[in-house]
């Protein structure tokens, strides 16, 4: 089993609805939690951090449930410039490291 | 420099061949990290500096793969004997603090062994 698990997708949406991603992670150690962009044949870039309080950015909401271990995403009102792959990310630490732990990626097109 | 700069951008390598792949951290960034992304993954966890130290290589597939940090600055990972499955884009992350928070990737080496 995966240490961060979402659905690939793709998640094709029209312009202007809402979409929701969903990542679970399996270590309950795991210490901090990132929503990342990466863009077709780009390097990932922050998008988020994530909370157990919630974190809004405009219209991007990231929330951790950390009993259930779970991350989500939501995105209001989506344009066409969000089109790209949203990686979970859990940080953990790994001896004196605190390295990053991606998932597989949920592709999001969206469309006119 | 402003950013993390990997260099190359592109490399084809014949099976077989050995390959260098370089890193250069934004200057004065104490972690930097090597991860490899194969198509339609999320980037995997290849190996951790801190400063000239490599404190983690647990996600270094084979004895093949190599890399080094000997100034702490500037990182290689090497590749020995290049096999198909090694194709993927190898990127290079690199921070500021210890604890790795606030990561900054570089473009990445788009690897293609043939």
């Known amino acids: 089993r995966k240490e961060v698990e979402q659905d690939p997708g793709p998640f094709n949406v029209p312009e202007g609805a809402t979409v929701a991603f969903n990542c679970t992670y399996s270590?309950?150690?795991?210490?901090?939690f990132f929503w990342y962009r990466q863009d077709c044949r780009k390097e990932p870039k922050l998008l988020m951090s994530?909370?157990?309080s919630g974190n809004e950015d405009g219209r991007f909401t990231a929330q951790l449930n950390r009993a259930s271990q779970y991350i989500s995403l939501l995105i209001r009102d989506s344009k066409l410039s969000d089109s790209a792959t949203y990686l979970c990310?859990?940080?953990?630490?790994?001896?004196?490291?605190?390295?990053?732990?991606f998932g597989t990626g949920t592709r999001l097109q969206v469309t006119l | 420099g402003a950013g993390v700069s990997q260099s190359p951008r592109y490399k084809v390598a014949k099976r077989g061949q050995d390959v260098a792949l370089r890193c250069d951290p934004i200057?004065?960034?104490?972690?930097l990290f090597w991860y490899q992304q194969a198509l339609g993954q999320g980037p995997e966890f290849l190996t951790y500096?801190?400063?000239?130290?490599?404190?983690?290589k647990s996600g270094l597939p084979s004895d093949r793969f190599f890399a080094e940090r000997p100034e702490g600055s500037v990182s290689t990972l090497k590749i020995q004997r290049t096999q198909q499955e090694d194709s993927a884009v190898y990127l290079c992350?690199?921070?500021?603090?210890?604890?790795?928070?606030?990561?900054?990737f570089g473009s990445g080496t788009r690897l293609t062994v043939v």
């Open positions: 992350a690199s921070s500021s603090e210890t604890a790795g928070y606030g990561y900054t």
């Open positions: 270590n309950s150690a795991s210490q901090s």
């Open positions: 994530v909370y157990s």
């Open positions: 990310v859990v940080k953990g630490l790994s001896g004196t490291a605190s390295k990053l732990t």
């Open positions: 200057s004065g960034h104490v972690s």
């Open positions: 500096f801190q400063n000239e130290a490599q404190l983690d």
